[in-house]
């Protein structure tokens, strides 16, 4: 088996059709898809069960919901895969994307490629972004040089890239669940042990912006998961050795910054009192403009 194709669904019945007809008609057919119903309460499970029916690549698994990162986690270890593809439920698949995919790979343990955003609200595709072919010998020299390009798609989202399957299990390179935006700790950390890299301008991938949906939908909790991000990232990075830091450091007191500048007064009193006040000072050294907002996230009242 090629591909694994891991898809969390949870209550998408309006989306997940065109999603796993994205999957059913590849042009290339080496794959399984792994459909993780985590607790649906609309129509979703009964069209996961229309379509392993109808194919039987695609692998339903059911199990209570545990949100995003359990999901994808309960389809990582059903996945017998090669590689490894994300695919969130209300997104799909150019359909050439796993032939282009496979031809393109050559042992790496992460192949990264374009996507491109649909916004429901203005009815629009963006435009994709551009990236520069190239291949590295480390994850972190791919990181350091694509980290904080300006993207329209966020570098950090774990569905722009195939992983080699053996790599993700041997590193245990899971999703930490109940947390929000868990692409932010995932990705770092998988660049961190990835040893062979390639990115490809292909632009394989298109992501549905919905109104309503997680990413979108913005409370305390997902500042408090941001935080505990950039405290779990930062005390991981800065004693690892042999590689530029700089990058790194700066996307985490980017973290902090987003928190802070985010949360209102009351909210600023409870995430002040959960930040690594420490850790936060060390990332910040790279930029003076870091250092001030250091101390006046710190000591503002």
């Known amino acids: 088996m090629k591909f694994s194709v891991i898809i ?9 059709r065109e999603c ?41 698994v059911n199990q209570p919901n545990g949100g995003l990162s359990a999901a994808r986690n309960t389809g990582l270890k059903a996945a017998t895969g090669e590689y490894v593809l994300f695919l969130d439920s209300d997104d799909w698949l150019e359909s050439s994307a796993m032939e282009i995919v496979s031809k393109s790979l050559t042992d790496e343990d992460m192949l990264c490629f374009s996507g491109r955003r649909f916004s429901e609200k203005e009815g629009r595709y963006h435009e994709a972004d551009q990236l520069k072919p190239q291949e590295y010998t480390t994850g972190m020299d791919y990181y350091n040089e694509n980290a904080l390009a300006v993207r329209d798609f966020a570098f950090v989202c774990v569905v722009l890239r195939a992983y080699k399957r ?17 692409d932010n700790l995932f990705t770092p950390l998988a660049c961190y ?25 913005g409370n305390v909790k997902r500042l408090r998961d941001l935080l505990g991000t950039a405290n779990t990232l930062a005390a991981f990075f800065l004693p690892k050795q042999g590689f530029g830091k700089t990058v790194v450091c700066r996307a985490i007191t980017h ?8 949360a209102s007064t009351g909210e600023k009193k ?13 990332v910040s050294r790279t930029k003076l403009r870091h250092r001030l907002n250091y101390l006046r996230n710190r000591f503002a009242l």
């Open 193 to 217: 042990y990835a040893q062979k890299v390639k990115v490809i301008n292909d632009c394989l991938y298109d992501y549905r912006v919905r109104a309503n949906s997680i990413t979108t939908t």
């Open 255 to 262: 973290h902090y910054q987003s928190v802070f500048a985010n």
């Open 20 to 60: 796993l007809d994205s999957v059913l008609h590849q042009t290339f057919e080496d794959w399984e898809a792994i459909c993780v119903n985590d607790g649906s309460t609309d129509n979703s499970a009964a069209i996961l069960g229309e379509y392993g029916h109808k194919d039987g690549r695609f692998k339903i």
């Open 8 to 16: 969390p669904v949870y209550n998408v019945e309006a989306y997940l």
């Open 270 to 282: 409870e995430l002040k009192g959960l930040c690594d006040w420490q850790l936060y000072r060390e």
């Open 166 to 182: 053996e790599y993700l299990l041997s590193n245990e390179l899971w999703f930490k669940e109940g947390i929000f935006h868990e």
